[in-house]
């Protein structure tokens, strides 16, 4: 069992270790990406700073170039005006060309020609491989690089910007607008001369053509004109990820650390120990049975599940699974405020095991806790699943029945009482056990709760002292009467109201024709108001336990027959139930009588028959032997009925063996009932027990067995059992007869 606790403790420590892991794997996971997300807006930020920065510096750069060449536009402007000689002018020009070599005047036309019909038109840019700006770029001509910085606006200056580095751009010129400009100032149209090959022309529109042909020669470098210059220090995700790892994780692993032990201190430890008390408590009262597989469940599962247990604990009972005395007081409360509104009606039934104790003491407690588990099981299958029932202390029950009439609350305490009191076979063993209960009705016997537990409480009290299974509360007015239990209390209101009496059937020695003892045998005082037999009611009060109330009035009546025969040397006999067998006090409580009415035990014998003996007969010997020593003469009756072996014969302390009279009935004709009695009465004398035989109705039968060598006798050829009030006049008559050596027959018929 420890070893799978032990298991479950490394389960949950590697789990919390392994949530620890994941923890630091997410942790770093979420600040990577954290990070590229602000490394990528702080990025695209940068960028955007820069195109603002690049595109004031552009704006400058184009702003001072266009200073630049407004002004050398003015001076040429000038000039013109001031000039109107074209020879002049052609020298001017040539002049002026030497000094600012970068004015390069193009024809916007043939711009246009070098993006859509190719650069072969352009004079130098004819053997361009192809159109592409870049190669024109690396033509190093400087018309080539004048076609480039011609090109830079049409393709846009962003293409040249590469965000990963920091650039340096060089605009030569912005010789378009120069040349609109010129145009427009000087209201001269300019355009290249194919021809002029490698020339660049001239041409004043308003003078004539050909003539008025200045031509422009660009053979010299173009200087430049200004720079923009912007740097883009751009932050790599990767080099801020390594640069920072080592601190982050650091950070992560201390802080997840710190965590994880706050979480094992604050949580996994009380668990553990929590769960470790569980066990022990689950364990001590669930010994050794299939509740133990559930500790192979390892990890927090069996934690969880040990929390339920707990749970279940603090409302059921852990040995039967009822509910415990909280939960039922609770229902019974509710039950109250329920009947307080609707007037319904409750019954509150506690039911006890008769000295339950020493159920405990003789068989050890697990057997004991093995009968209230059936016994709880037996109280669960009588009782309504809307009914309460609970498990308030050791074997003391609780049910709460809702009922209508009080008929029906009658019939279902006597059900429940018959079904209690059958015997129960647990772990093996036959056990039959007296069951007390007490009843309180709400709100016939009390209105409040703590009242209608003291009531019933009384009345389970009452029960027990009485020696009676069931007893209600006693009303002081008999409006509402709920003791009409109709089996039991009409035994009890029979043994209360003095509805029995004894009789008394002689056994005669056949040695001496004397009166050996009478057996007591029980009757109905008014046989016509019973419809059940004698033998009938005992029967029936056999079945439902009630033999022991009457067993004790039958020994005590006897006793007090028996001070009443104080100076006779008879004896006599009581028959007793196998239930009384089962009572461990039998022989205290037989004992305590023969005190009270000052009777020495020999002149008491105790009848059991052979049937019931043989049913538990260890337990019948035990009590036998205890009797035995006591001084009480033990009979078996009823004998060859109920098959008894000769090894329980041998251990039994008895003194009379009774055949019983279906034997001797017919042992006149019957040969094989003759040889069975003959045997028997041998058989009886080997082992030193005394004869009797009953039922002997006629003279040949008491001959034949009188030849057999049996002991007794008894049967209506003697007398019948006969009234109590006769038996001094019996004993006289008897005395006469035995004086005279024959037997005179008197037949006392008793009612
Ligand atoms: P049992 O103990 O064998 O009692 C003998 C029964 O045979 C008695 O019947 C008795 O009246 C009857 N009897 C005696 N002689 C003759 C005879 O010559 N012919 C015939 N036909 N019957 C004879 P009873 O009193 O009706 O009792 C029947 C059985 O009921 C008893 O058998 C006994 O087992 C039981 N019983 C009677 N009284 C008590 C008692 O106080 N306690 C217990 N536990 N059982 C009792
Ligand atoms: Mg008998
Ligand atoms: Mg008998």
Request: hydrophobic share 40%.
């Amino acid at each position: 069992m420890s070893l799978n606790f032990d298991v479950m403790q490394i389960k949950i420590q590697h789990f919390t270790l392994f949530l620890f892991l994941l923890m630091s794997l997410i942790t770093t996971l979420l600040w990577s990406v954290s990070l590229y997300t602000v490394n990528n807006s702080l990025n695209l930020e940068k960028t955007r700073l820069y195109r603002e920065n690049w595109q004031i510096q552009l704006d400058q750069l184009q702003l001072s170039q266009r200073l630049w060449l407004q002004q050398r536009f003015m001076e040429v402007a000038e000039w013109m005006a001031n000039n109107t000689d074209p020879q002049q002018r052609l020298l001017f020009i040539n002049q002026y060309y030497l000094t600012y070599p970068e004015i390069q005047l193009i024809h916007i036309d043939k711009i246009t020609a070098i993006v859509s019909n190719g650069v072969g038109e352009i004079p130098d840019c004819q053997n361009l491989p192809n159109r592409n700006p870049v190669s024109v770029l690396q033509r190093d001509t400087p018309l080539a690089k004048a076609c480039l910085s011609m090109l830079k606006p049409m393709i846009g200056i962003s293409a040249e910007i590469n965000a990963d580095k920091s650039q340096k751009l060089v605009l030569l010129m912005d010789y378009f607008s120069f040349i609109d400009d010129f145009e427009e100032l000087t209201g001269k149209h300019f355009h290249i001369d194919n021809k002029a090959s490698s020339r660049y022309n001239y041409v004043d529109s308003s003078e004539t053509a050909e003539s008025q042909q200045i031509m422009f020669q660009f053979n010299r470098e173009a200087i430049h004109l200004g720079s923009l210059s912007v740097a883009l220090p751009v932050t790599g995700f990767f080099s801020v990820w390594v640069e920072q790892a080592i601190w982050v994780l650091l950070a992560v692993l201390l802080l997840n650390l710190v965590a994880y032990l706050i979480l094992y201190r604050a949580l996994i430890q009380p668990l553990i120990l929590i769960a470790k008390r569980l066990k022990k408590a689950v364990l001590t009262r669930r010994p050794g049975n299939a509740y133990d597989l559930q500790f192979l469940t390892p990890g927090l599962k069996l934690l969880h599940k040990y929390f339920m247990h707990l749970t279940y604990l603090t409302k059921r009972d852990h040995l039967t699974g009822l509910h415990n005395r909280a939960i039922f007081e609770e229902r019974l409360q509710q039950a109250i405020l329920e009947g307080k509104r609707s007037g319904r009606k409750y019954a509150l039934v506690l039911v006890d095991i008769n000295h339950f104790y020493k159920v405990n003491k003789q068989y050890g407690n697990y057997l004991g806790d093995g009968l209230l588990k059936k016994l709880a099981s037996r109280l669960k299958s009588a009782i309504r699943e809307s009914d309460s029932l609970a498990r308030l202390e050791k074997d003391n029950f609780a049910l709460l029945l809702e009922f209508v009439d009080k008929d029906q609350l009658t019939s279902t305490i006597e059900k429940l009482y018959q079904s209690l009191s059958r015997p129960y076979s647990v772990y093996g063993r036959q056990l039959t056990i007296g069951i007390s209960i007490g009843v309180a009705i709400y709100p016939d016997h009390a209105q409040e709760m703590v009242e209608l537990e003291l009531k019933a409480n009384e009345a389970l009290l009452k029960a027990h002292q009485d020696d009676w299974p069931v007893v209600f509360v006693q009303q002081a007015t008999d409006e509402a009467d709920y003791s009409g239990l109709s089996l039991i209390q009409s035994l009890r209101q029979a043994l209360g109201n003095n509805d029995f009496k004894l009789v008394y059937q002689p056994v005669m020695d056949l040695k001496n024709h004397t009166t050996s003892y009478f057996e007591a045998l029980l009757r109905w005082k008014q046989p016509e108001l019973h419809t059940q037999s004698i033998e009938q009611t005992i029967a029936l009060a056999e079945k439902n336990q009630l033999i022991k109330p009457l067993s004790h009035w039958i020994i005590e009546t006897a006793c007090i027959q028996l001070k009443k025969l104080d100076d006779s040397p008879l004896k006599v006999a009581v028959n007793l139930s196998m239930i009384d067998f089962h009572d461990e006090d039998l022989p205290d409580r037989i004992g305590e009588t023969l005190n009270k009415y000052d009777v020495p035990p020999q002149k008491l014998m105790v009848e059991i028959t052979e049937g019931q003996f043989m049913q538990e007969p260890e337990q019948v010997i035990q009590i036998l032997t205890r009797l035995s020593n006591m001084g009480i003469s033990l009979s078996i009756d009823d004998f060859g009925t109920g098959q008894a072996s000769l090894t329980y014969l041998k251990k039994l302390p008895v003194e009379k063996l009774k055949i019983d009279q279906s034997f001797i009935k017919d042992m006149v004709i019957d040969e094989e009932d003759r040889a069975i009695v003959e045997a028997t009465i041998k058989l009886a004398h080997t082992l030193g027990i005394e004869v009797v035989a009953e039922g002997v109705e006629s003279a040949e039968i008491h001959t034949m067995l009188m030849q057999m060598d049996c002991d007794y006798v008894q049967g209506y050829y003697i007398s019948r059992p006969i009234d109590e009030l006769l038996i001094p006049n019996w004993i006289l008559d008897q005395n006469r007869t035995a004086l005279t050596g024959k037997l005179r027959t008197k037949i006392h018929r008793a009612k």
